[in-house]
């Protein structure tokens, strides 16, 4: 569909070799036009949200989910499905979600991203903005350290932009 619309677009596909052999059994080999890549360094890695357009994560389920927690954190504009777990990560506002197992919205979702770069834009900065606001390690520890209160049977404090 998208390749169909948009001729010179790329597919980066990044996983673990199991997945990354079910991705390239559905989607075939169109060698100029997607590339599987698996055992990046954290710098490749990096380097590969940093040129990205969009970040399309297509999940069935999730608890947690660290791709989704790198690209809010990186401001990328992101279409993900809409679960409870992703909504937990980026709120409202930080990601397009699309409906588990429909490919015409997260095509819409693509397309709609690919041709506004100011929506992109600011669907980036609202994630990134989200990601420091809840997801900050100072945050993080903080939470961390009243949960360990909290089951120690400490009364916990008031934790500064943490709605958890």
Excluded at 85 to 107: H, K, N
Aim: charged share 25%.
């Amino acid at each position: 569909m998208l390749h169909e619309r948009h001729p010179g677009i790329e597919f980066r596909v990044v996983a673990n070799p199991g997945i990354l052999e079910e991705a390239r059994a559905e989607l075939g080999s169109h060698p100029a036009r997607v590339h599987y890549l698996r055992g990046l360094t954290d710098d490749e890695l990096m380097r590969e949200y940093e040129t990205c357009n969009v970040f399309y994560l297509p999940l069935t389920d999730a608890m947690a989910n660290d791709a989704l927690l790198e690209a809010l954190s990186l401001g990328v504009p992101s279409v993900v499905t809409d679960l409870p777990a992703t909504r937990d990560y980026a709120g409202d506002e930080g990601m397009v979600f699309i409906p588990r197992w429909e490919l015409d919205p997260a095509v819409a979702a693509i397309e709609d991203l690919l041709a506004s770069p100011e929506r992109a834009a600011a669907l980036g900065a609202r994630a990134r903005t989200r990601a420091e606001k809840h997801f900050d390690w100072p945050i993080m520890a903080e939470a961390y350290r009243q949960l360990y209160r909290r089951i120690a049977g400490q009364r916990p404090r008031t934790i500064p932009g943490f709605a958890g």
